[in-house]
């Protein structure tokens, strides 16, 4: 009866690797060919499986995937070339032996995360391609974890998939003169993937936790290779890892946020903390330092704190303060002010709210608004706190953080009602 | 104990173009079911119908290819099941898992002629 659990996520994750391996034999022009094969093999396993699902589904689903881009191939050059018989192995420009190896699967998935990253795509159409074709989502699913309409997930494959073509691009790695520029950008989308997983401006969940378990996937692919390795990717690493670790705990049994605050510390997964503390000490032997250095050190900050209030702040203030000078942004300073709330800096607070560049906070904008209700709240001046937080309430998508909002407005609004019948009694 | 036809109708997943992770969900709920058939010993057989269709109608037996009619109506498969009776068939049918995708099972007996 269980046998459906044992291929769990199967479908998906199977779905980059049998792209990125038969885009190795067929060659990226024909990316949109192997991506219907792929996607007619899982229609294919949906009704013989219902019966009996095969003794090695993998195996299974990899050569019916092949046979079928073979298929489908034949058929598209058979139309090309009415008139002329079509020789029946033109189809395998590389000669395939199966099964695949996991390195070769391993090195192909690689290969397409750079195409993902090549600067012929543009950023947006970058995450987009990498999220349906490494990762395996669809464009509903991307859609809802970007926050973005279906139909313009769809241009924007569509787009990639032309830029490919039409620049001819290769799959194969950067040439070494690229490397570095694309290993940037390539972390950079891990980061992305990852952010929208942890914090989730989805209006559901369900995407949340397999982002960041891609993103994670990822990061573990290219530092299997000594190529790919450097101070920044290991600090990326373990940035994931200790936020990854907190997962769990930051919703409760009735899928309801829970504050840093409030947070059941022994949940947090120590076999996480410890990759990325190994991580980090790899991290620490090269020169360089990236800004994961900074964040991945804040994470860790928090993870050392045994209760809330023994966090250390100031160490992060300063963590922070380094972050921000090296990679100045929005985000930083909203940090910053919250970290000042907590060390009740409240006007340092106060003037880094009211000189940062709210628009840039995108999506996230409720945080700012929920961080001005906090710092009134912090100074007891609930009369200035509630608008605020109403304003928050009003820009977030994301149900679970609107309702852990209406749960402290209403804390609030009861503080109030208290402190007036105090006065009057 | 009679011998009935359950007819799946529409929830054509390559029209509706489900995701890996969709189509693997629902792989699971019809191989869960097949099981619970199975195990109480009434699924006789059945198939899936590739939906490519082709017609032949009339006195002219003019030929024609699908698609037709709305994938609504187009036919998925069937199973055969041994059941009491037709109410019975519709309480094994509450399983099928494509409602939410608008699928319908139409439920029919299988005649039975005496010598």
Not at chain 1, 346 to 355: I, N, R, S
Not at chain 2, 81 to 92: G, H, L, P, S, Y
Request: charged share 25%.
């Amino acid at each position: 009866m269980m046998e459906h659990k044992i291929v769990d996520h199967l479908f998906r994750h199977h779905y980059g690797k049998m792209v990125a391996i038969l885009t190795r034999y067929f060659g990226l022009s024909h990316i949109e060919t192997i991506e219907d094969a792929v996607q007619d093999t899982f229609l294919k396993a949906t009704l013989l499986w219902r019966k009996q699902i095969p003794e090695n589904p993998e195996a299974w689903l990899t050569s019916v995937a092949k046979n079928r881009t073979i298929d489908l191939l034949r058929s598209s050059k058979a139309a090309n070339n009415r008139s002329q018989k079509v020789a029946l192995n033109t189809a395998a420009v590389v000669p395939m032996v199966e099964p695949f190896l996991d390195h070769e699967i391993e090195d192909s998935q690689l290969r397409m995360i750079f195409v993902a990253c090549h600067p012929s795509l543009k950023p947006k159409e970058q995450i987009a391609f990498a999220l349906r074709t490494i990762s395996g989502f669809s464009s509903k699913e991307i859609a809802a974890a970007l926050l973005t309409k279906e139909n313009t997930i769809a241009k924007r494959l569509t787009r990639a998939k032309k830029a490919i073509i039409a620049n001819k691009l290769q799959f194969d790695f950067p040439p070494a003169s690229e490397m570095q520029a694309r290993v940037v950008r390539v972390m950079e989308i891990i980061y992305l993937t990852f952010n929208e997983g942890f914090h989730s401006t989805n209006t559901e969940n369900v995407v949340r936790g397999d982002l960041c378990g891609e993103a994670i996937r990822l990061c573990k692919l290219l530092l299997k290779k000594e190529k790919f390795r450097s101070g920044s990717l290991y600090a990326l690493f373990a940035l994931l890892c200790f936020h990854a670790s907190r997962l769990e705990s930051k919703t409760n049994a009735q899928n309801e946020i829970v504050d840093i605050r409030d947070q059941d510390r022994s949940t947090w997964y120590f076999p996480l903390i410890e990759m990325g503390n190994s991580a980090m000490n790899k991290a620490m032997a090269y020169d360089e330092v990236s800004a994961y250095h900074y964040e991945a050190a804040i994470a860790a900050e928090h993870l050392k704190a045994k209760t809330f209030a023994e966090t250390d702040w100031e160490r992060i203030l300063d963590w922070y303060t380094k972050l921000q000078e090296l990679q100045p942004s929005a985000f930083n300073l909203l940090h910053m002010a919250i970290v000042n709330l907590q060390l009740r800096n409240f006007e340092v607070a106060k003037q880094l709210l009211d000189t940062l560049p709210v628009s840039d906070l995108e999506q996230r904008e409720y945080l700012y608004y929920g961080c001005y209700a906090e710092y009134y709240a912090k100074k007891n001046d609930l009369i200035l706190a509630i608008p605020y937080l109403e304003k928050a309430i009003l820009r977030t998508s994301n149900n679970q953080e609107r309702r852990y909002l209406k749960q402290k407005k209403i804390a609030l609004e009861n503080r109030l009602k208290g402190s007036k019948n105090s006065k009057f009694s | 104990m009679k011998n009935f036809m359950m007819i799946f109708i529409g929830a054509d997943y390559q029209e509706l173009g489900l995701s890996p992770e969709e189509l693997q969900n629902r792989m699971g709920k019809w191989f869960a079911w097949g099981q619970k058939m199975e195990s109480q010993g009434i699924l006789k057989g059945g198939e899936a119908l590739v939906p490519n269709v082709k017609r032949v109608i009339g006195q002219k037996r003019t030929v024609s290819d699908g698609p037709f009619a709305d994938s609504k109506e187009i036919i998925g498969g069937y199973y055969t099941v041994t059941a009491e009776n037709a109410d019975a068939v519709v309480e094994i049918a509450q399983d099928y898992p494509d409602y939410d995708l608008g699928g319908t099972v139409e439920i029919r007996e299988i005649m039975v002629f005496d010598q």
